[in-house]
C-alpha cells in the first residue's frame, strides 16, 4: 500500500495515511489502500486499532479537490458512494477504532473520524465541514454523523455555515472525547488502545455491536439486541475466567486469541 502504513504494537494496529505533502487528502487511492490496510488486520491478535494522518499539519483535510473538481453527476455519486462503503466498513469493523486527529480534519477527514469509535485531538485540531462553500454537500456521512454526535442544531449550524471550529469548541460540543498536546497524542491513544486490548475481546466486540445496531432501532429492539449479545459472553473462556477470578480475587487470563469458546 502507498498511502496507509500500519504499525502493529502488540495488540494494538497503528494504520497511518500517509499523503502528508498532500495533506493526506483521501482520493480514490488513498481509499483503496485504507480498505485494504483494515480488511489485513488479523482479528485473532489485534485488538483495538489506532487511525491517525502522518505529519503533524493534517489528521485528513478533506477529499482531493484536485480529483473531484471535473467529476460528473454520476462521477459524484460514485465517488461518494465508495467514501461512504469504506466508512460504513470502519464503523461497523468489528474492532474498536480511535481515531488520533493531528491537525485538519475538514471535510472527508471529520467524516472519516466520525466514523471511528473513539476521538482523541491534538490541540492545534481544526474539525469542519466546509463543503457548502464548494457548492456541493459533505458525500461521506457527514450530514447524517454529525447531528448523531452533536445534536441536530448545532450540525446544522456547522453544515451551513462550512465554519471551522478548534479543538476547544470541538470538545465542548462532544465531536471529541478529549485534546492532548500534539506531541502527546499518538501516544495518550496508543495507551487508551491497550486499555481496551486488556479487556475480554468478545465482550468489547459485542458492545460495539450492541451500541452501533442498538442506535438504529426503537429501543425495545435495541434492548432485544442487547439481551441476545449479552447472553452470547456466557460460556464463553473469557466470561468463566473472568468471574472465576472475580469470586477468588485472582487476575483475570484473557485467551490471547479471539474465540466463541
Known amino acids: 500500500m502507498s498511502f496507509v502504513n500500519v504499525e502493529l504494537q502488540g495488540a494494538v494496529a497503528v494504520l497511518t495515511i ?18 485494504a490496510a483494515f480488511e489485513g488486520i488479523d482479528q485473532n491478535t489485534v485488538r483495538c486499532v489506532v487511525l491517525t494522518g502522518a505529519g503533524d499539519k493534517s489528521f485528513v483535510a478533506g477529499a482531493d479537490i484536485g480529483s ?15 467514501g461512504n462503503d469504506i466508512f460504513l466498513m470502519i464503523e461497523s469493523f468489528p474492532l474498536p477504532v480511535i481515531a488520533a486527529v493531528n491537525g485538519f480534519a475538514l471535510g472527508g477527514g471529520c467524516e ?17 465541514q466546509p463543503e457548502v462553500g464548494l457548492g ?12 448523531r454526535l452533536v445534536g441536530m442544531g448545532m450540525a446544522k449550524q456547522l ?7 478548534d479543538a476547544a469548541e470541538a ?26 486490548a486488556k479487556n475480554a ?32 459472553c456466557f460460556e464463553t473462556h473469557d466470561q468463566v475466567e ?3 477470578c472475580f469470586l477468588s480475587r485472582e487476575k483475570p487470563k484473557p485467551k490471547a486469541v479471539f474465540t466463541n469458546n
Open 112 to 128: 472519516l473520524a466520525m466514523s471511528c469509535d473513539i476521538r482523541l485531538c491534538s490541540d492545534n485540531a481544526m474539525f469542519g
Open 242 to 244: 473472568g468471574m472465576a
Open 18 to 35: 500517509d499523503r502528508p505533502k498532500a495533506l493526506n487528502a483521501l482520493n480514490p487511492e488513498v481509499l483503496a489502500d485504507l480498505k
Open 201 to 232: 475481546p468478545i465482550a468489547v466486540r459485542a458492545c460495539k455491536k450492541a451500541v452501533n445496531e442498538g442506535m438504529q432501532v426503537s429501543i425495545d429492539k435495541a434492548v432485544e439486541i442487547e439481551e441476545k449479545l449479552f447472553g452470547d
Open 159 to 165: 453544515l451551513y455555515t462550512a465554519r471551522n471550529i
Open 68 to 82: 473531484m473538481s471535473t467529476m460528473t453527476k454520476a462521477e459524484g455519486e460514485a465517488f461518494g458512494k465508495l
Open 136 to 147: 456541493i454537500t459533505p458525500g461521506f456521512g457527514g450530514t447524517q454523523r454529525l447531528p
Open 171 to 196: 470538545l465542548r460540543i462532544g465531536l471529541v472525547n478529549a485534546v492532548v498536546p500534539q506531541a502527546e497524542l499518538l501516544d495518550t491513544a496508543v495507551k487508551m488502545a491497550n486499555n481496551v
